[in-house]
């Protein structure tokens, strides 16, 4: 057997086109399965927008003070006047949205009550800040 030594240090001034045609395959081979995918139309059905700009529901500020106060709109209410107010609220063909701010220090007990009766009277949208 007979084997040959390269004898001097010059470079091979050949390429090995092997691995690049095997790239070139298995890209085709990639391309030819995911082009039927991407053409595929799939039906969707999506709302429509309406044109018209619905106005945004009022909303009800309700404070809660540290000592129990309350106030509905910077008006002052007890307990009686509180229930009747979420009463007139909730019976609008556009409920407001009630926003209790509860003060630091109070009692949950309070703001317990206040969200209990509002849902018993049936407002939707309560939303709540200043509470920590």
């Given at each position: 057997m007979a084997f040959s030594v390269r004898a001097s240090?010059?470079?091979?001034?050949?390429?090995?086109?092997?691995?690049?045609?095997?790239?070139?395959?298995v890209l085709l081979i990639i391309f030819m399965i995911s082009a039927p995918i991407i053409t595929h139309k799939t039906k969707l059905d999506l709302p429509q927008g309406s044109?018209?700009?619905?106005?945004?529901?009022?909303?009800?500020h309700l404070a809660i003070q540290a000592?129990?106060?309350m106030y509905w709109?910077?008006?002052?209410?007890?307990l009686?006047?509180?229930r009747t107010q979420l009463s007139v609220a909730a019976m609008q063909s556009k409920q407001p949205t009630l926003e209790i701010?509860?003060?630091?220090?109070?009692?949950?007990?309070?703001v317990a009550r206040v969200l209990a009766d509002a849902k018993a009277q049936?407002?939707?949208?309560?939303d709540m800040f200043g509470v920590r």
């Open positions: 240090n010059d470079v091979m001034a050949q390429i090995n086109v092997t691995p690049l045609v095997d790239v070139m395959l044109t018209t700009l619905t106005e945004a529901p009022t909303s009800i000592d129990g106060a709109n910077d008006t002052a209410v007890n009686d006047q509180l701010d509860a003060a630091d220090g109070v009692a949950y007990d309070a049936g407002l939707a949208r309560i």
